[in-house]
């Protein structure tokens, strides 16, 4: 069995926390319009932050999803601290689905 | 050593221990609390990105719930043993990935989930068949057919090697992945940031545990040609432009020897990580 006391986590984290909290764009994909992201993913392509992120929704058990179906994969914007706000993203997406909004300085 | 020694090398490296690859470590967690090993299709992708989702949104809320959430992270894993974000792993060099094959039973060749959910690379595209599955894990393949779209290349010991030695020689980072407590289940073959065990690692210094080796540059050798520069996915490598030759960053080197097996000249070596002082302790 897995002695849980001898586990040492890493304890250096690259982040430093003192520079925190730090800003970011906020990224928002409208998901009634974005409704097929893994037959589109033009932003996952465009984007060369990587950014975004596209997966399937619900796992199955024996079933094979169809990416051409509205609804199997959702795209989200996980990586926003890397965001240059090059708006690539925004000006690809053929459904007008991304928005990028800045807070005010 | 790095604490999956200590825990789990009986005397060795770790993943060098057949007892890591039984058949028996696959199940064993299996039967004590259902659901706690997870096939690697099973794995659900949504769970890792939705940690690394909390994890950059904390960023933007301060210190305090940055480590709230990393705990958070950590405990997940605990509780779902790697099955669900930030899994557990190792970077490996190139001839301890071919070891490992030695080890192992069966080994095939599956499609990379990270690039296609980074990238959106189908499954079916063949430059996306990097992920290597080890062992008996790899059976319950058909019952998850979305993860395994790009379906099973089953291979044998020196297949695999050779599809490993193409891999490194493409640039890709060798690092293996355990399924539930101490199965090892797959060596990833990736590069920075597409892979998100390598980019959690790099960005939130989460899970991945850097390698048994760090390399050294031989300045009798090096002639400063700089192509080991463009290998190095960690940022460890520059060329020290004054004296014209390659220099590491020792506490920046994981020890995935790229740089080494790329080398013309045979300038790097990879020496133990235990027999350097100041790196006995980082992983
Ligand atoms: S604005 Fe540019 S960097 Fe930001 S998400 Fe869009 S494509 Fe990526
Ligand atoms: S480009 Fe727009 S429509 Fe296409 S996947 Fe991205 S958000 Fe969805
Ligand atoms: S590849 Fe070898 S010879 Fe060339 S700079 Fe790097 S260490 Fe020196
Ligand atoms: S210096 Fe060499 S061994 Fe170390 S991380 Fe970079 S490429 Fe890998």
Not at chain 1, 29 to 54: E, R, S, Y
Not at chain 2, 111 to 122: D, P, Q, V
Request: net charge positive; proline share 6%; with cysteine.
């Amino acid at each position: 069995m897995v002695d849980k006391s001898k586990i040492k986590v890493p304890k250096a984290t690259p982040q430093d926390l003192t520079r925190l909290p730090i800003k970011m764009p906020k990224i928002t994909i409208d998901h009634n319009k974005c409704t097929v992201p893994f037959w589109c993913k033009k932003c996952l392509q465009a984007c060369p932050q990587l950014v975004f992120q596209c997966y399937c929704k619900h796992l199955e058990k024996l079933r094979e999803s169809d990416p051409r179906q509205p609804g199997i994969y959702e795209v989200i914007a996980v990586r926003r601290d890397k965001c240059h706000v090059c708006n690539k993203c925004v000006e690809m997406c053929p459904e007008n689905a991304i928005t990028i909004t800045l807070e005010e300085a | 050593m790095c604490h999956y020694c200590e825990m789990w090398g009986d005397g060795t490296i770790w993943y060098l221990n057949p007892r890591n690859y039984a058949r028996h470590m696959y199940t064993l967690p299996k039967e004590a609390k259902p659901g706690a090993t997870k096939a690697v299709g099973e794995a659900d992708p949504a769970g890792y990105i939705n940690l690394e989702r909390a994890m950059v949104d904390a960023l933007e809320r301060g210190p305090e719930e940055y480590e709230k959430a990393m705990k958070f992270a950590r405990d997940m894993v605990d509780m779902t043993q790697g099955s669900v974000g930030g899994w557990m792993g190792q970077v490996v060099p190139l001839r301890d990935a071919e070891r490992m094959a030695e080890i192992s039973n069966p080994l095939g060749l599956i499609a990379c989930i990270c690039r296609k959910a980074m990238l959106g690379i189908e499954e079916r595209c063949p430059e996306n068949m990097t992920c290597m599955g080890l062992g008996v894990g790899m059976l319950k393949w058909e019952r998850w057919p979305e993860r395994y779209k790009g379906g099973v290349h089953w291979l044998t010991i020196e297949e695999t090697k050779q599809w490993l030695r193409d891999l490194d020689t493409k640039g890709f980072v060798h690092s293996l992945m355990m399924f539930g407590p101490r199965f090892i289940g797959g060596i990833c073959n990736c590069d920075y940031p597409a892979c998100d065990a390598l980019t959690m690692r790099l960005d939130h210094g989460f899970n991945m545990l850097k390698g048994h080796h760090v390399a050294m540059v031989d300045y009798d050798l090096c002639n400063g040609c700089g192509i080991c520069v463009q290998r190095c996915q960690f940022g460890a490598l520059k060329m020290n432009v004054t004296l014209d030759k390659a220099n590491i960053d020792q506490m920046r080197c994981f020890g995935c020897g790229l740089c080494e097996t790329a080398c013309p000249r045979k300038a790097i070596s990879l020496k133990e990580r235990i027999k350097i002082p100041s790196l006995q302790e980082v992983w």
